[in-house]
């Protein structure tokens, strides 16, 4: 059974075994920190450069990995299966090592939410949208600006995507991104189409 599962996988969960006390205790600082809303991400990557292997092990359990698993049943032994267990239930922790396994992929605080609240202010006549962005569980951006701004910065970065699809169209591309970003590009003209619809009912017609 072991020959089928990689060498570095057997060092990792090694490791893990043989520092357990200290595997537990890190994550569960970084737990404690993350509740508390310190951001935890420069510690993640400081463990991840010193301890590659066995970080990739707890992020394939805390994602649940069906072949790490599988690997984890087959070779670790009844003793010591409490630890693993123990490591999954730091679920809290998944997002963040997501987000630090994604920099690997040249990703840097991937946006996964946006909120966005509406406001009106009565003085200046004009709407503003309150906008937050999280990288997973990490808010990376604040800001609050008027409608006129959010639409500048909704076809500046629409321009900035053109630009890169005309930089790199003759580069392979993989299938499903296109297509997903296909369907979000009809979203805005969608959303476009009804914004022009509400501003010339509000008596906005270009003159």
């Not at 043989?18 to 920190?33: G, Q, Y």
């Not at 009106?120 to 951006?141: A, H, Q």
């Not at 639409?151 to 995507?161: E, K, V």
């Not at 580069?171 to 997903?180: A, D, M, Q, V």
């Amino acid at each position: 059974m072991k020959d089928e599962i990689p060498e570095g996988f057997i060092e990792a969960v090694n490791f893990v075994i043989e520092n357990a006390s200290v595997i537990i205790e890190t994550l569960n600082k970084l737990a404690r920190d993350y509740m508390i809303g310190k951001d935890i991400r420069k510690s993640l990557k400081s463990f991840k450069e010193r301890f590659e292997l066995p970080f990739m092990l707890i992020y394939d359990i805390l994602t649940k990995n069906e072949t790490t698993m599988n690997w984890l049943n087959k070779i670790v032994e009844e003793d010591n299966k409490w630890l693993f267990s123990k490591i999954e239930e730091f679920s809290i922790l998944r997002d963040e090592f997501e987000a630090v396994r994604l920099e690997d992929y040249g990703y840097v605080n991937s946006i996964t939410r946006i909120f966005g609240v509406p406001d009106y202010n009565e003085n200046l006549m004009i709407p503003f949208i309150e906008i937050k962005l999280f990288s997973f569980g990490k808010e990376v951006l604040q800001f609050k600006e008027d409608i006129d701004y959010i639409a500048w910065l909704i076809s500046d970065l629409t321009g900035r995507l053109l630009n890169c699809l005309e930089e790199y169209k003759n580069k392979p591309i993989r299938k499903e991104s296109l297509l997903y970003l296909r369907e979000r590009m009809k979203e805005i003209i969608n959303n476009s189409e009804k914004v022009l619809k509400i501003l010339n009912e509000m008596g906005g017609e270009e003159s």
